[in-house]
């Protein structure tokens, strides 16, 4: 038996697919923003690069087959994930969150539900957002936690008005593009609201789609974060917001489970993304390394200590990598191990891509701490990984050690040899 990490034909050509669009529309992000003082305006200023991507079709191919899309599952994604962020995080996270944002549809919509509410996002047109709106101001790493826990506090209640469906009141925040291009909210944002305070967990929450222009959707404050500084990440409030019973998703009080679904796959997501930007710093390292002599008289890449950098930073970034794909790869084939090879993807890639990069800018020096060479930027938006779609320190090593608790927990399923 052989194995071999060779992508396919198709794979390849959605590679450099990825790579050239990267090459020829994501690199033109920087400068469209940087001199940008506010998070809405560097946001709104990457539509025209969003647009171009859409139109290229990467929306389309990233989606799930049995939904329209041209996708074959998450090891596609990953390609293109990495790709894309080592050019641009930006636009890339506003494009992945999308994918997020339609999981509760994939996961548990009905086959009406589809029909109705994705093909925007198939078009191949048009800048269409989506997201999935659960994080709220407070936390929700404990998003479904039992009294006295808190969890979601975002509430839906049954409309007493003549026409049904449920009323929406809380805030949520941290949520991609949440309220859209002009403040009238993304087109598709699935919220995950408590419907019954008194049910257990797997029975209080559920998932209501709002669309595009509801009234009540209140945009409060764009967080004006560290890294991925065009990427749109607001705080706003849902004052007694319209869903009709049609667009709940899965059943009544069935959320929980979705939720930690859709999660499960971004994970493994996540670890690429430190991929890319480790490839992204490492190139410019590397560059740096064989062409500076800071007043030497060989190029610096010729001392141990620099080449050791350089050799440690360059492992990492391929076994990031492959774990990565491999944690993808079982999700797809939805083998045993998938959800611990996707936490430890995420855990592994995101904080591999903090340590390497720092360790980069050590090889350049003072340069590096500007913003002349990339480095610095890359280091902020590396910073996120650890803490966003589910923070290490909480939900997702807490996820793996209830993994490792379990009584009938094999420490070779993961590998795929137990």
């Known amino acids: ?34 001199e940008l003082h506010t998070p809405g305006e560097r946001f709104r200023a990457t539509r025209p690069m969003y647009e171009e991507i859409i139109r290229r079709g990467f929306l389309r191919r990233l989606m799930p087959q ?38 509760p549809l994939f ?19 048009g800048a269409p957002l989506a997201a999935l709106a659960n ?105 007694g917001v319209a869903v009709p019973d049609a667009d709940v998703v899965g059943p009544v009080g069935g959320a929980r489970d979705i939720v930690e679904a859709s999660f499960s796959g971004t994970a493994a997501l996540v670890g690429i993304m430190g991929v890319g930007l480790m490839r992204a710093a490492f190139d410019v390292a590397l560059r740096f390394a064989k062409t500076e002599c800071r007043g ?24 990031a990598r492959y774990l990565g794909w491999k944690a993808c790869d079982a999700i797809d084939r939805q083998l045993p191990g998938a959800l611990e090879l996707a936490l430890q993807s995420k855990i592994f890639g995101s904080e591999a891509a903090v340590r390497v990069i720092t360790d980069l800018m050590r090889v350049v020096g003072i340069d590096s701490y500007g913003h002349e060479l990339p480095l610095a930027g890359l280091l902020q938006d590396a910073i996120a990984l650890p803490l966003f779609d589910g923070g290490n320190m909480g939900v997702r ?9 379990a009584t009938d927990y094999d420490p070779l399923t993961a590998a795929g040899i137990a």
């Open 1 to 34: 038996m052989t194995i071999d990490f060779t992508l396919d034909p198709a794979r390849r050509a959605l590679q450099l697919d990825a790579r050239r669009a990267a090459s020829e529309v994501l690199s033109q992000v920087r400068g469209a923003t940087r």
């Open 66 to 103: 049995p939904f329209g899309g041209e996708g074959t599952g998450m090891v596609d994604l990953a390609i293109v994930a990495e790709e894309f962020h080592a050019v641009d995080c930006n636009v890339s996270l506003t494009l992945f969150a999308n994918l997020l944002g339609l999981a």
């Open 107 to 125: 996961i548990a919509g009905t086959p009406e539900q589809h029909r109705r509410l994705l093909a925007p996002f198939l078009a191949c047109e």
């Open 135 to 239: 994080s709220e101001p407070g936390g929700s790493a404990n998003f479904a936690a039992p009294r006295p826990g808190e969890g979601v506090r975002t509430t839906a209640v049954r409309d007493q008005g003549g026409e049904g469906g449920w009323r929406i009141h809380g805030t949520k925040q941290w949520v991609s593009a949440a309220t859209g291009w002009d403040g009238e909210g993304a087109d598709l944002l699935s919220v995950v609201c408590r419907t019954d305070p008194e049910a257990p967990p797997e029975a209080a929450l559920s998932i209501l789609v709002v669309r595009r222009g509801a009234p009540g959707l209140v945009p409060l404050h764009d967080i004006d974060a560290m890294g991925h500084r065009a990427h749109l990440v607001p705080r706003f409030r849902l004052d």
């Open 296 to 319: 030497g008289a060989l190029p610096i890449v010729e001392h141990q200590a620099v080449g050791y950098a350089l050799a440690d930073a360059k492992t990492t970034i391929e076994a």
């Open 397 to 405: 090593r807490r996820q793996l050690h209830a993994l490792l608790r």
